[in-house]
């Protein structure tokens, strides 16, 4: 699961330190300390920002589906689902899908199927 590049994304490591191993959730009230990027951290919860709340959604969801020790919770999951319909793909992402596709021999059936329904795959 870790090495599973559909779960492996590029991060500011300062960023993947400080957000360690959080909760997502909505944290309106509190202000991001990274400057360009929005992503606010509060207690042990973490809000990324809305450019990556979809592609998020969609590789958590994919791991769940996949991997089947990894136990998502329910509000988690409601939250996963929320933000797969709010941030639809678009054509990087479902590139980005295939080319991993091609070389770990895995679809990511969660991405490929939101690809297909926006006629990008």
Not at 39 to 52: N, V
């Amino acid at each position: 699961m870790q090495a599973d590049m559909h779960n492996l994304f590029p991060a500011i490591g300062a960023v993947n330190a400080l957000r360690s191993n959080y909760n997502f959730t909505l944290l309106p009230a509190a202000k991001s300390d990274f400057g360009a990027c929005d992503m606010r951290i509060e207690g042990s919860k973490a809000q990324p920002p809305e450019a990556a709340r979809g592609r998020i959604a969609r590789s958590y969801l994919y791991i769940d589906q996949s991997y089947p020790k990894y136990s998502m919770s329910k509000q988690q999951r409601q939250l996963m689902s929320a933000w797969d319909t709010q941030y639809p793909v678009n054509v990087q992402e479902c590139q980005r899908a295939k080319k991993i596709a091609a070389i770990q021999l895995n679809d990511n059936e969660v991405v490929k199927s939101r690809c297909q329904q926006a006629n990008i795959w």
